[in-house]
């Protein structure tokens, strides 16, 4: 099925009427994984036609508002619509203390767990596994604590080569075990590899959240060759000089990062308010590295897996 990247919001600080703050519905296989959680988040779900109930881990980058402030309703709406399943939350330290304390103050507790898992590492860690992905950390380099997320897609069964399985007098019953890899048998015992009966799976699909940070060249080691990767890019270079002060990038940093990192595809987005033209982002990105695109407000990307990547305007 590969990858479905819903764009819920794409901008930075306050939201605006066609401007919302971070949050981004990652879909691997039919599995999905909200990253960031601004305002107006659960409004964007909706647009999207996202079910709610499918929402089973949300990562929340850092402690500013933009990136976080739409969790508290999200969890009500939740609660309001009857949810049993427990939700898990991974952010950094302190997000579980703001989360329970307004809570704690409102009179509303889940009737549903909240698991959470606080981050305060400084060095890449696995943070999640399911039978789809494996989570890692990116950690980046703003002005709090705050982590990127690398989701890689689990390998996936080694097609079969019917034809070949025939040709062989392999019998069916070990297709199965072919297909994860081992040596198997023909009709009469004799060892058959399993590559003679079978194809090469596809690549698994990875994809690379950076948010909020500063250009920061020990990212592009944890990020090299990434099949997808989203680089915050706040400014243009008209004024990087803003970018040491507020721990941000450019539009030509994140394209430099992506040209370091070696990576397939990159995606921009957290763009200041100040620019009226997103289109500046791209043709300055693109200058860099050519497969740049924008995230926009409502914007699906796919990912499939011969390597492709579309945009569809939802």
Known sequence: MGLRLHILGCHSATPKANAQPSAQLLELDGHMYLI???EGTQVALRKNKIKFARIKQIFISHLHGDHYFGLFGLIATF???????????????????????SLKLGGTWTKFP?????LNQKES???????IVTVKTLPLDHRVYTNGFLFTQKPKLRPLNAQAALALKVPSAYFNKAKQGQWVQDELGKPVDFRAITLDPPEP???????DTAFYPPLADLIRGVRLLYHESTFLSQHEHLCATTKHSSARQAAEMAVTAG???LLLGHYSGRYKDLADFKSEASGVFARTYLARENALFTLDDGSQIELTEI
């Open 205 to 211: 699909i990875t994809y690379a959240y950076c948010s």
């Open 125 to 131: 860690v696995l943070i999640h596994e399911d039978q």
């Open 79 to 101: 609660n309001l619509l009857g949810r049993s399943e427990p939700l898990d939350i991974f952010g950094p330290k302190g997000l579980k203390e703001i989360v329970l304390l």
């Open 114 to 118: 909240l698991h959470f898992h606080e």
């Open 36 to 38: 960031d959680c601004g």
């Open 263 to 265: 990576v397939k595809f």
